[in-house]
């Protein structure tokens, strides 16, 4: 295991050669959170600086969560390749439609039906293991769904989905989600 307190530009690459990251949150009480992500999702902006987009799904566990606690932890397995495990932990913030930032962070990533909200991780630590027990897998493709299921829907119908589902976690924590108008 090492560590490190910035993304160095091996990391980068390492990041931007990855098909699937898991992020991992936690509310001062209740459930901790772990998800896959995929799509196109992620950028690095900096050394101590990344960014994710989040779309549209069945509940908004990281959004209630930060609010709580700011805690973020991403993690990266090599399933191809040389075996090795990378997180960066640090403090997150969700940003939403309607904030200062949306459109700038929004642009940072290519159009996505149903985006709900970007997530900006401050990296306070890297840390490096061998991932020695992590499978080898052959990468196919990314699914289609998501975004196919978003583009079913169309923005109104996103938007109500959003304000009956996303607005609370399983806890009954609020999202930040805004109130949409009319609702």
């Known amino acids: 295991m090492r560590q490190y307190p910035s993304i160095t530009d091996k990391h980068r690459s390492f990041i931007e050669r990855q098909h699937m990251y898991f992020v991992g949150t936690a509310a001062r009480?209740?459930?901790v959170n772990v998800s896959p992500k995929g799509l196109d999702s992620l950028r690095v902006l900096d050394p101590n600086r990344v960014?994710?987009?989040?779309?549209?799904?069945s509940g908004?566990?990281?959004?209630?969560h930060l609010l709580d606690s700011p805690r973020m932890t991403l993690m990266f397995c090599a399933f191809e390749g040389k075996p090795l495990i990378m997180r960066l932990y640090g403090t997150a913030r969700a940003i939403h439609a309607g904030d200062p930032e949306w459109e700038e962070s929004l642009a940072l990533f290519p159009p996505m039906s149903g985006a709900r909200n970007v997530f900006e991780l401050e990296v306070d630590l890297v840390q490096t293991s061998c991932g020695f027990g992590v499978p080898l897998y052959d990468y196919v493709e990314q699914r289609t769904l998501m975004p196919a299921w978003a583009d079913s829907r169309g923005p109104d119908a996103i938007r109500d989905y959003q304000q009956q589902k996303n607005r609370l976690s399983i806890d009954g924590l609020p999202t930040g989600l805004p109130l949409a108008e009319g609702v």
Request: proline share 0%; hydrophobic share 35%.
């Open 29 to 31: 009480d209740g459930r």
């Open 51 to 57: 960014a994710w987009l989040n779309g549209t799904g």
């Open 60 to 64: 908004n566990e990281t959004a209630a």
